[in-house]
């Protein structure tokens, strides 16, 4: 059974960073194309970065030049930093498989962006 485990999220001023980690209890980061995505309050989850097993990245327009998806095999992780955040960066965030599987959803971690 795969385990997703997001850290790193907390309460940031508008213009400030975060750097968010998602450890993965399997070696999947480094088999499978993995993303970031987040669930702001009374909106639909979004994918808002994406990472191949080849490291080729997308972004979703609303943080590309913002964000950035990286990862580390060796330790199974995934990370995405966050910087110049917004109001309305503001939501839980999540790691998952892309596309994302419904067994591996874990608990997310909260950003809140806010002065």
């Known amino acids: 059974q795969v385990q997703l485990v997001e850290s790193g999220g907390g309460l940031v001023q508008p213009g400030g960073s975060l750097r968010l980690s998602c450890a993965a209890s399997g070696s999947i980061v480094s088999r499978y194309s993995m993303a970031w995505y987040r669930q702001a309050p009374g909106k639909l989850r979004e994918c808002v970065a994406t990472i191949s097993s080849g490291a080729d990245t997308t972004y979703a327009g609303s943080v590309r030049g913002r964000f950035t998806i990286s990862r580390d095999n060796a330790k199974n992780t995934v990370y995405l930093q966050m910087d110049s955040l917004k109001p309305e960066d503001t939501a839980v965030y999540y790691c998952?498989?892309?596309?994302?599987?419904?067994?591996?959803w874990g608990q997310g971690t909260q950003v809140t962006v806010s002065s």
């Open positions: 998952n498989r892309y596309p994302s599987r419904r067994d591996y």
